[in-house]
Structure formats: structure tokens, C-alpha cells
């Protein structure tokens, strides 16, 4: 899977994309829950706040030629030397989605509908997902690919459901969680397989380009199992606490705007029990 690096990089990939999701969805999501609609983007106003989707539309094509780069040179095994090819097609699988919706939003060409791109991203997972769990192999590298597959079975889980039902408010959440919890979990194992700092007293670096560690003493191999088990539930508890947090700050942000616009608390919920529709919300 790399090196320390490409896990860094998977980090800054995913863990800022997954925190934007959840402030855009909270945000949409507090202005008409009844109304709440997900998107595969949430396009901002003006164009230049969209800066990060034009970065990944740059920066994914070159993480793919980069990985079809060590594909083409790579003189190790070949089950390794495939992975390669295997993680630039699932780059490539996501950077079209980007750029789908990159054209969509610019040309105004509604060439495919929302739940389209949400089916398509839950099949780009679930590629993800396969790609990742064949990678594992087994020990502390497995456990730990092996969590990464299942945050990626997760997201697919989600996106098919948004793709069906772009109003489960329950799906996109588990979306961006699950987004930024895979990201900070690139980062946790980058550093746990290829950091010796990191690495359960007892063990030590195989080499390998999966992360491959090798433990004395089969205590040492299960202590270090707890160890990824126990620093999974530290991640998810972590940004299970940051959501709830973002999500109660812009509760906060929202309340703050009506009780300013003299609406009181009472009024609004008056005025939420009404039916007639409501046009469609943009982010700010």
C-alpha cells in the first residue's frame, strides 16, 4: 500500500473533503429538515469557494499516473506490483465522479442525475473496498486494511442508499463520518506500519510495500492487535465527538440567525408544521 507518505496523502484527500461534507450537510440539514435533500457535492456561492473540488480534479489524475508509474517500473512481486494498477483505477473511478460534477455545475449539461453520481460513487467504493480487503494479508497490516475495507463498504452502503433515498439524512451522515474517519485512519496506519516509533514493543518492520510487521512472540502479535482495535475505537469515538460538536455550533450559528431576524423559538416551530414547499436551499 505505500509508504508512509501516500498514507499522508490519503489523509489530506479524504479527512478535509469528509469535514466539508459534514458542515454543508448540518448546515442544509438545520434550514428545512423536511426539505433536506443530499447532493454529491454541495456546490458553494461564489464559484472561487469551490476551490477544493477544482484541486481534486487536478491532484487525483496525478496521484493515478503516479501509481500506473510504479506499476510500470516496479521490479518486486506481482501481486504487489498489481496492486499498483488496482489503486489507480480506483483513483481514476473517483476523479471521474469529480469531474462529472465539475461539468455539471459549469456547463449547466444535466448529463447525469444526482442519484446517478451516488450510485456511481457506491460502486466506486465498493471497488475500493474489494481492492483494499485483497491487499490486507494478515497481522497488524491486515487488521488495519482490513478496518480501511470496512469504512469503505460503509460509504458504498451509504451512497447506494442516497442514491435511492437522497433524503436520508442518516446515510449522508455516515458518509462524511465515515470519510473522515477513513482518512484519519490512513494517517494512523502509516503511521503504526511504517513508523518505528509506532510499531507494539516486540515487533518489528517486515519490509514489504503493505506495511508487513512481524512480531517475536505470538503475546506480542495479540497485544498488538488490542492495540489497533483499541486506537480504531479512539478514531471513531474522536470524530463521533467532532460531529457532535460541529453539528451543535452550527445548531448554535442557525439560532443565533433567527433569534437575530426576531423569529422566537416558539414561532419557528410553528411555522415548520406548515406544508407548503419551501424552493431549494444553496450554501452561502
Known amino acids: 500500500m505505500g509508504s508512509l507518505a501516500t498514507h499522508f496523502s490519503a489523509f489530506l484527500f479524504l479527512f478535509p473533503l469528509g469535514v466539508r461534507r459534514l458542515v454543508c450537510a ?32 487536478v491532484t487525483l489524475p496525478l496521484a493515478a499516473f503516479s501509481e500506473v508509474f510504479w506499476f510500470l517500473t516496479f521490479n518486486g512481486q506481482g501481486a504487489y506490483r498489481f496492486s499498483f494498477f ?16 465539475l461539468i455539471r455545475e459549469n456547463l449547466d449539461v444535466p448529463f447525469f442525475h444526482e442519484n446517478v453520481l451516488f450510485l456511481f460513487a457506491g460502486v466506486a467504493f465498493l471497488v475500493d473496498c474489494a481492492t483494499l480487503g485483497k491487499d ?5 497490516a491486515g487488521r488495519s486494511y482490513q478496518i480501511l475495507a ?36 490512513f494517517l494512523q496506519s502509516g503511521l503504526s506500519l511504517f513508523s518505528s516509533g509506532f510499531l507494539p514493543s516486540g515487533c518489528h518492520r517486515a519490509g514489504g510495500l503493505n506495511g508487513s510487521v ?3 512472540l505470538e503475546e506480542d502479535g495479540l497485544r498488538g492487535m488490542a492495540i489497533i482495535d483499541l486506537l480504531f475505537v479512539g478514531h471513531a469515538l474522536g470524530v463521533l465527538i467532532l460531529s457532535v460538536a460541529m453539528f451543535g455550533m452550527i445548531s448554535r450559528k442557525h439560532d443565533s440567525r433567527f433569534t437575530a431576524g426576531g ?19 444553496e450554501l452561502e
Not at 86 to 101: G, T
Open 26 to 57: 448540518f448546515s442544509l440539514y438545520l434550514r428545512s429538515p423536511p426539505h433536506y435533500q443530499s447532493r454529491t457535492w454541495y456546490i458553494s456561492e461564489p464559484k472561487w469557494k469551490n476551490l477544493d473540488l477544482y484541486v481534486l480534479c
Open 214 to 216: 512481524k512480531c517475536e
Open 263 to 281: 423569529l422566537s423559538l416558539g414561532e419557528r416551530e410553528s411555522e415548520a408544521m406548515l406544508m407548503h414547499p419551501l424552493p431549494t436551499f
Open 86 to 101: 488496482q489503486e489507480a483505477a480506483v483513483i481514476l473511478l473517483f476523479w471521474l465522479i469529480v469531474l462529472i460534477v
Open 150 to 185: 470496512g469504512l469503505s463498504l460503509v460509504c458504498s452502503a451509504s451512497c447506494l442508499l442516497l442514491s435511492y433515498q437522497p433524503r436520508a439524512f442518516v446515510a449522508e451522515f455516515a458518509l462524511s463520518a465515515g470519510l473522515v474517519l477513513k482518512g484519519t485512519w
Open 136 to 140: 490486507a494479508g494478515s497481522g497488524l
